[in-house]
C-alpha cells in the first residue's frame, strides 16, 4: 500500500512552532497586565489608606505635620496612580497585539492543516481508484480465462 506524503509537512511543523512561541507570549503579556492591574490597585489602595490617616488626623488635635504628610502622600499617590493607568494602557494593548498575532498564527496553521486533510482525502481517492482498476483487470482476467477454458 502506497503511504501518505504532504509534501509541506515542514511548514506545518513551523507553523506548530510558531503557534506555542506566539502563545507563550501571548501568556507573559497577559501575566505582564495583570502584575501591573495589581499594583495599580496597590496604589489605589494606598491612596484610601492615606485618605483616611488624614481624616483621623483631622478628627484629633490638629497636627498640621501630619496633614501635611497625609496630603503630600496623597499627592504622591495621585502621581502613581496616572503613571499606572498608562502602563496598565499600555500593557492591556499589548497583550491585544500578542492575542491578535495568536489568532493570526492559528489560523495559518488550521490553513495548513486543512491544505493536508485535502490532500489526504485526494490521496485516499486515488488509492481507490487505483484498486478498482486493479479489481476490473482481476475481474477481466479471470472472465477471459472462463471464456477459454469452454
Do not use: P, W
Request: aromatic residues 8%; contains cysteine; proline residues 0%.
Amino acid at each position: 500500500m502506497a503511504k501518505f506524503f504532504y509534501r509541506m509537512q515542514n511548514i506545518l511543523n513551523i507553523k506548530y512552532k510558531l503557534e506555542e512561541q506566539a502563545k507563550q507570549e501571548f501568556s507573559q503579556a497577559q501575566n505582564r497586565y495583570q502584575q501591573e492591574l495589581q499594583r495599580l490597585q496597590s496604589y489605589k489602595r494606598q491612596k484610601l489608606s492615606y485618605m483616611a490617616e488624614m481624616r483621623e488626623h483631622a478628627k484629633e488635635r490638629l497636627n498640621l505635620l501630619e496633614l501635611e504628610r497625609c496630603n503630600q502622600a496623597i499627592l504622591v499617590m495621585d502621581e502613581r496612580i496616572a503613571e499606572q493607568n498608562d502602563v496598565v494602557f499600555r500593557a492591556m494593548a499589548e497583550m491585544d497585539r500578542a492575542r491578535e498575532r495568536l489568532n493570526e498564527i492559528m489560523q495559518e496553521r488550521k490553513t495548513h492543516e486543512k491544505l493536508k486533510e485535502h490532500q489526504f482525502e485526494a490521496f485516499l481517492q486515488e488509492l481507490n481508484t487505483e484498486e478498482m482498476k486493479e479489481i476490473d483487470q482481476l475481474v477481466s482476467y479471470q472472465h477471459n480465462t472462463v471464456e477459454e477454458g469452454e
